[in-house]
Structures are given as C-alpha cells and as structure tokens.
C-alpha cells in the first residue's frame, strides 16, 4: 500500500490532520481544539495530533494555514495570537524528518474540490472559504493563482461599501460582514442571546425567520463578492464552503441572485456557484495532492 501524506488542517478553532493514500482516500483522521493562547502551544498541537497518524508508509507531511505561507516555511496568521512570522515548516521538517509543505488554506481548498470535490475537471475555478476568516483559493488554466507575494485571493479585504471603511482597518471590509465571528455578532446583537454563527444556520435550517432574514443579507454580501470575483477572473465554477455553508440555499440562492445582477453579463449567466461536496474534506485531500507533488509520483 501506500505511498501515503499526512495532511494537516490548521484553523482559527480546530486541528483536523488526516493520513491520505495516492488515490484520495483518507485512512485515519483525528480532530483537536486550536490552543486559544496561539504561539507555540499552537504549534505543540500540531505535532501531538500528527502522533497520532501512522507513519507506515509516508513520503511527506502536508500543513494548511489560516493566513499567508512565505516560501522558508513561515507563517502569518492573523486569527492565531502570536503568529506573524511562526518558523512552521523547519520545526516540523525538523521533527518530523519528512519532505514538510506549509500552504495557504484558501489554496488547499481549492485544490481540494478540483483533485476529489465539485471542480473535478475544470480548469478555471474558485474555492470561496467562509469560516473564521474569508478567503479564496484560485486556479486559473489549471494553475494555482498565487500573485507576487502569495496573497491572492484575500477576500476578507475586498472593500464592499464606501461609508465607514476606516472601521475594518485591521480586519478587512469583506471579513467584518460575511466571517463566522461577524455573523455570530450581528445574530447576538439582534436576538439579544449570545449567539454563534453554526447555531444561527441550525436556527434559519429550522425555519427561524429572523435566523432565516440574517443568513439571506449575508448571501447578499457573498453575491456582491462573487460577482466582483466573476467578473475579474470568468471562473467556471465557484465552491463555497465553510461552516456558514452548511445554511445552503438559504445562503446561496440569495448570493447567486446579487451576483447575476452585478457580475459581467455573459461570465455571470454561465458560472455555476455550488456548496463544497468534500466539506471539511476540501483542505486535508488538497494539502495531500500538494504535499504528494514535494516527495512523491502523483
């Protein structure tokens, strides 16, 4: 059997790390809490769960993160405490002894659907990740679109209104209205209860209108940035994926509708904007597709 990657997927909340053969399949996976604290604890979370993976027949060892990648390896993470150039790749390679991949996770995903998911075969496609951060991976021609400093596709920034914008500074226009912590503060604000954002979409599956009016203004701030990402690049498919996804159609009919009335006529009438198949399969199968082509004959 084999050869095989392990694949880690490093988010603002959760670590999920997975063992991948060649063909996709995933044979072990575990899932732990991102250490709060951030900093090394974080990094010490990362190699204790790897532990837990088989190391039989392993070629390489794959890490996706919520942030920029630098080519050395390093890291800069917004939504981890302390992590604005974190040496992830040598402390990895370093333990671990294996051929190490450090990359975006909006890359991953993307990757992801177009190796296993919804983008089989197409070559022009974009993975629009909504979770504690917003992000975008693109492949172009079948290439990863990387831009000159491996910052394309930071969507969280795209600027989505003129009044205001000062107040997004720090965290970008887009991410303050559509990211999960955003919703999850606009649905307390209005129910007076703390509410999250999972819990919101488990509240509009059910029906709740006022749940159901607040995923629907989100669509609509999707829909705008779909719009602007379809008429840039003409994509053939856009994945949306992330926990807010799990609302649907609740989400997306709304967003594919703003998104035909602002994208570019001809490009936004043949787009198709589908919900991930693979979940949160999308970013450990594409860290492995890409961790393969570092050691291994993909």
Partial sequence: MGPFALAVDLGGT???AARVDITGNITHHRVAPTPRDGGENVVAAVIDILHQLPRQGVCALGVDVPGLAYADGSVWAPNLPGWKRM????RLNA????PTL?????????????WQGAARNCRDVIFFAIGTGIGAGIISDGRLVRGSRELAGCLGWMATGSRFLHRYKDIGCLESHLAGPAIARKASRIRKTATTARELVRLARQGDPVAKKLIAQTGEYLGLALANMVSILDPEMIVVGGGVAAAGNLLLTPARETMRQWAQPLAGKQVRIVRSRLGARAALLGTAKMAFGIACHS
């Fill in 95 to 98: 333990h671990f002894a294996l």
């Fill in 87 to 90: 040496p992830l790749g040598a």
């Fill in 14 to 16: 959760k670590i999920a």
């Fill in 102 to 114: 450090v990359e975006s996770d909006r890359n991953a995903f993307v990757m992801g659907e177009a």
